[in-house]
Structures are given as C-alpha cells and as structure tokens.
C-alpha cells in the first residue's frame, strides 16, 4: 500500500507560522524535529519507511517552509513553545518525539515540561549537556560564538566563502558532492531554492544560542532532572559521526533512567543515509 499524501498544516505561534506535514496512519503518531542547518525534508526517507504508522514533522521558524521572519537570536523556550503549538493544534494527543542534533535538546525540554505526553522519547546525534567527547563542527561553532560574528558575516556574505565553508563542513562529516543531502536540504538554506529564499537568518539566529543552550542543558543535568523523567528514552546514533559521536551517545544513555542505546553504522544524518535500518529499530520498539 503506497503512503497516502501528507496534509499540509499551518500552525500558528506567536512568533510566526509553522508549517508542519501531517502523514496519515495508525497509532501514536511520531514527532519529528530537525536540528540546524537543515530542516524537516532531512526525514523524508525515514517516513516513507515507517507508514503506515503516523508520523508529523514541521520546520522550525525560519527553515524549511516555516514563516521566515527569524531575524534576531531565538527567544528562550521559543523552540519548545513551537514545539508545543504543533503537537496542541494539531491534537496530537500523546507522541513518539523524535529530536535530531539541535532538535535533540528541544524534545528532552518538551519530555520535561509533559512527560505525560510523550510515550517514548527518541534521540539521534545530538547533545544535552556537556559530554567529554563533545565536539561542535567548526563552522557552527564560528557562528556560535559571539565574538567573531563581524568575521561570520564577512564570510557568508561572500558567496564563494559560503560554499567553502558548506563544502569544507561536508567534508568533515564525510559527506562528499555524491551526496544528496546537501543539494535536497543543504544548500537551499543557505543559497535558496526557486520560491524560496534562503534561510541564513535563522540558522544564525539558532547557532547564536548554542553556548546559551550548552549551558542551560548542562545545567538541568547539574540539578538532576534528567534523572527524575521516567518515560522510555532511546537513543540511537549513527557510529560514523565525529562531532556528535558514541561517547556522546553513552554521555546521553546515562542520563535517563530507562535509555536504552543502539548504533546504526551511519553518519550524522543517520535518517537519511540508513532509514530503513532506523525505521526497524522506531517500529520495533513502538
């Protein structure tokens, strides 16, 4: 039976709108947020591979089909309240949260602040905290930091300096230009699309907040709430990623009470590279 097609939601917030593509199915339905710099297209594969089980992903604002009016450092618990306007106005009811790299941190948030809401919490290569094995890519880690952004903006603002850096950060990851990833949701963010501008606002505007976010992560693990959700926390990464890698991975199954840890010989962007192995182990465990 092939997929039916996803209906397209507009969520409103009161920072902007939110698009959101809701795809028919059956039971819990998945939620899925996207780090940066991509958006929700980076789990197209992995949800064709689940139906036909429910599943909903939305770009945060700025990326992706979103409302691009991002222009200024994003608002504390911005992220987490957009988070919610989807699963509330959308009736989701309880849910499967899926977080990937900066979304990872927004689905523990959302798990803390509901945990009657989430069935089962789902983290791939991301962070919560800090981790000996931590590693940022250099490029995010120059947007990050506030000191060189007169440095950042001369870079981006040189089209031949922005597609150095994209290729240079591929690179690093192990991705190379056979890759579709960069050219499907990669560059459109950071050069556009045919209707679409890009989406180079909000990636600085989420990137600024990294160290911000770095600290109050750290600072929830510091006072042990981590420790107190008791919900089913799975965490599954893919092995070949040298940023956020296994012993960020083994740093997060520590964490949570009921983590459970898996491997999937990916790289960062595991949903894309393996979704069928990744839509095994969510449909196994549902």
Request: hydrophobic share 40%; charged share 20%; proline share 7%.
């Amino acid at each position: 039976m092939q997929p039916s097609a996803a209906v397209e939601q507009r969520v409103s917030t009161r920072h902007g709108y939110l698009h959101a593509k809701d795809h028919p199915g059956h039971g819990t339905p998945f939620v899925f947020l996207h780090g940066y710099p991509d958006d929700s297209t980076v789990y197209d594969k992995l949800i064709a591979q689940l139906h036909p089980h429910r599943s909903v992903s939305f770009d945060f604002l700025g990326y992706g089909q979103s409302e691009r009016v991002q222009n200024s450092p994003v608002a504390d618990g911005q992220r987490l309240a957009e988070t919610e306007a989807v699963i509330d106005q959308l009736g989701l009811g309880k849910v499967i949260l899926v977080g990937h790299d900066a979304g990872g941190p927004v689905a523990v948030e959302y798990a803390l602040a509901h945990p009657d809401r989430v069935e089962r919490l789902v983290l791939f290569n991301c962070y919560f905290g800090e981790s000996p094995t931590l590693r940022f890519p250099e490029m995010i880690r120059l947007m990050g930091d506030p000191d060189l952004v007169p440095l950042t903006d001369a870079l981006f603002a040189d089209l031949a300096q922005r597609q150095w850096l994209l290729g240079y950060t591929a690179t690093r990851f192990g991705y190379g230009p056979a890759d579709d990833i960069r050219d499907r949701v990669i560059v459109p963010l950071f050069f556009g699309s045919e209707g679409q501008p890009d989406a180079l606002d909000a990636i600085r505007a989420w990137t600024a907040r990294l160290f911000t976010d770095l600290a109050i992560t750290s600072e929830l693990v510091a006072t042990g709430k981590t420790g107190d959700l008791q919900i089913p926390v799975d965490i599954i990464f893919g092995a070949n990623d040298p940023y956020l890698n296994s012993g960020v991975a083994e740093h997060l199954a520590g964490l949570f009470p009921n983590a459970r840890l898996r491997s999937v010989q990916a790289r960062h962007w595991l949903q894309w590279d393996e979704p069928e192995a990744v839509a095994r182990l969510l449909i196994h465990d549902e």
